[in-house]
């Protein structure tokens, strides 16, 4: 019954900025933790950032200091702030929502960052 769907996506030159969201269908959104993951062609999907339900955050190396993870639990929505964009962080990115052994995936929004 849980349903993501990711939205933000789109083009942008290196060093511009793109905000994605994602929306939570479901109820006791505040109780999940959540994620934004990316996939690029020919390459295994990889964890972007995450934070849970406490509000603890995580990222990885890549994107620290120019990525941010957020939630608004009254909208059931997390984002993700992407500021500094190179051209290696195109993907597809994916919002990702897990309690305790159950989860759920969006279907992804493109991320192209131009040279």
């Known amino acids: 019954q849980v349903q993501l769907v990711e939205f933000g996506g789109g083009l942008v030159q290196a060093g511009g900025s793109l905000r994605l969201s994602c929306i939570h269908s479901?109820?006791?959104?505040?109780?999940?933790?959540m994620g934004w993951y990316r996939q690029a062609p020919g390459k295994e999907r990889e964890l972007v950032a995450t934070?849970?339900?406490?509000?603890?955050?995580n990222y990885a190396d890549s994107v620290k200091d120019r990525f941010t993870i957020s939630r608004d639990n009254a909208k059931n929505t997390v984002f993700l702030q992407m500021s500094s964009l190179k051209p290696e962080d195109t993907a597809v990115y994916y919002c990702?929502?897990?309690?305790?052994?159950?989860?759920?995936w969006g279907q992804g929004t493109q991320v192209t960052v131009s040279s």
């Open positions: 990702n929502a897990r309690i305790f052994a159950r989860e759920a």
């Open positions: 479901g109820s006791a959104f505040s109780m999940y933790a």
């Open positions: 934070i849970t339900s406490g509000g603890s955050t």
